[in-house]
């Protein structure tokens, strides 16, 4: 997606060779004509998936999702991430290691927003190792429903979460993927 690779080299800065900060667009504030473009863009390329609901992590995942999940005119839903609550069983959960933080959190999802018959799409603003990925597919499977597919806005492909999320077989779209940080420099796929 061109317009967003061109934003990313404009405004994107790479803290190390291993983190892009996106904040003035992506990540605190929000460029709402991006966000619009970017739910457009996921439509077209799930939208013979028969997708029920759009599901997110809080709170960087919302407004890619909630953009995707207006094309589709179906309901988003962002997962929590809470303190374990063993007492609660009206809840999914599970934990999940944070990429930026170096920190585990517990992934919550109410049972009340998601059935065995959802097809569920996970939206999510970046894609590094996987993790929150792989711990939104547990809580969707783990409920009976399906992952039609998984789409990233910024994906850093020098890092493993592709090749995981692949290798169990699911359809794994990112409208950017970066190559390389290395040196201060932004690098894409092709
Ligand atoms: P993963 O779970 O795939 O290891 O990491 C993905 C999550 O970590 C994303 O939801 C995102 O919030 C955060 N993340 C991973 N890499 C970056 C990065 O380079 N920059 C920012 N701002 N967040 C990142």
Redesign the pocket.
């Known amino acids: 997606m061109d317009l967003l690779r061109n934003i990313i080299l404009r405004k994107g800065h790479v803290?190390n060779e291993?983190?892009?900060?996106?904040d003035s667009f992506l990540?605190h504030q929000v460029d709402y004509e991006l966000m619009k473009e970017i739910g457009k863009e996921f439509f077209e390329y799930f939208k013979d998936k028969n997708i029920t609901k759009v599901f997110t992590?809080e709170s960087?995942?919302i407004a890619p999702a909630i953009m995707t999940a207006s094309e589709f005119k179906v309901p988003m839903v962002f997962l929590k991430k809470q303190k374990p609550n063993t007492l609660n069983n009206n809840t999914y959960q599970t934990e999940?290691?944070?990429?930026?933080k170096q920190t585990t959190y517990n992934l919550t999802l109410s049972k009340e927003y998601i059935n065995k018959n959802d097809n569920i799409l996970i939206i999510?603003?970046?894609?590094?190792?996987?993790?929150?990925?792989?711990g939104t597919i547990k809580l969707v499977e783990d409920a009976g429903a399906s992952v039609a597919g998984i789409g990233i806005v910024?994906e850093?492909s020098f890092?493993p979460?592709r090749k995981y999320l692949e290798e169990k077989g699911y359809d794994v779209y990112s409208l950017a993927r970066i190559s390389s940080l290395k040196d201060n420099k932004i690098e894409f796929v092709n």
Do not use: C, P, R
């Not at 291993?18 to 996106?22: F, R």
């Not at 999940?96 to 930026?100: A, E, G, L, Q």
């Open positions: 803290i291993d983190i892009l900060k996106v990540n992590i960087s995942g999940v290691k944070s990429f930026t999510d603003d970046f894609l590094a190792n996987g993790e929150a990925a792989k910024i850093k890092q979460g």
